[in-house]
């Protein structure tokens, strides 16, 4: 399976913006999707996972209540909703499938990652 991301770019803080991970093949609409973040010198972050059947969500305290992920399986796609973005929500955010634990960044297949900047 490949997953690309979509959707970032620059945004004032206090806006929103939504990034979409599509994954190529059909077997993505069965597994756990984990939303991940690095920004420049720190280690990549755990943001939030979403089950196949999209009824469990799971985030890091950093984020619950701005983000929010969902998923269309019809479309292959998993979305993340961030809103109220702080400069410190900066970073390339990467989506991942394969052994997505929650609170840990680590996965077995990744997107190649889409800028997020958050502007004060």
């Known amino acids: 399976v490949q997953l690309v991301e979509s959707g970032g770019g620059l945004v004032q803080a206090g806006g929103s913006l939504t990034l979409s991970c599509a994954g190529s093949?059909?077997?993505?609409?069965?597994?756990?999707v984990g939303w991940f973040r690095q920004a420049p010198g720190k280690e990549r972050q755990f943001v939030g996972l979403i089950s196949g059947n999209g009824l469990r969500t799971t985030y890091a305290d950093s984020v619950k209540g701005r983000f929010t992920i969902s998923r269309d399986n019809a479309e292959n796609t998993v979305a993340l909703q961030m809103n109220s973005l702080k400069p410190e929500d900066t970073a390339v955010y990467y989506c991942?499938?394969?052994?997505?634990?929650?609170?840990?960044?680590?996965?077995?297949?990744w997107g190649q990652g889409t800028q997020v900047t958050v502007s004060a």
């Open positions: 093949a059909p077997s993505f609409r069965l597994v756990t």
């Open positions: 991942a499938i394969g052994d997505v634990v929650a609170g840990l960044p680590t996965a077995r297949t």
